[in-house]
């Protein structure tokens, strides 16, 4: 391996973004989260993608960002500069490449249609009994 790859504390080299694994579980929180593909690994998320859905419908990307202990074990091993660069454009590629936004735009559900669906249902319930 180069010693310019990415390699997760965890010893998983991470060559390019198309390795990172996507986990959605928190869609309706509007956070995507970047997990190591390594499925053993101590870490397991990485970093994660901030998001909402604007009233027209669209994406409205807040941030992308890596958590310290993997970023930091790249900053010692490449150096800083080198582990900005790479995971700078890892993020980039993420955003653009690695995530269906039409796919996470269908299953989106904002918080408050989230809340207010829940009222509704409860509502309806207290109302039959």
Do not use: A
């Given at each position: 391996m180069s010693q310019q790859e990415i390699q997760c504390p965890c010893g998983q080299y991470i060559e390019d973004y198309s390795k990172y694994l996507l986990l959605h579980l928190?869609?309706?929180?509007?956070?995507i989260d970047i997990l190591c593909p390594n499925e053993f690994?101590?870490?397991?998320e990485l970093g994660f993608l901030k998001f909402g859905i604007d009233e027209s419908g669209e994406i409205d990307f807040d941030i992308g960002r890596f958590y310290a202990p993997y970023s930091t074990w790249n900053a010692t091993r490449i150096t800083e500069e080198s582990t900005v660069k790479i995971l700078k454009q890892h993020l980039i590629d993420i955003t653009e490449k690695l995530?269906?936004?039409?796919?996470?735009?269908k299953g989106f559900i904002p918080k408050e249609k989230e809340e207010e669906k829940r009222e509704k249902e409860n509502s309806e319930t207290e109302v039959s009994t």
């Open positions: 928190k869609k309706e929180m509007g956070e690994c101590y870490l397991r995530v269906d936004w039409d796919k996470v735009k």
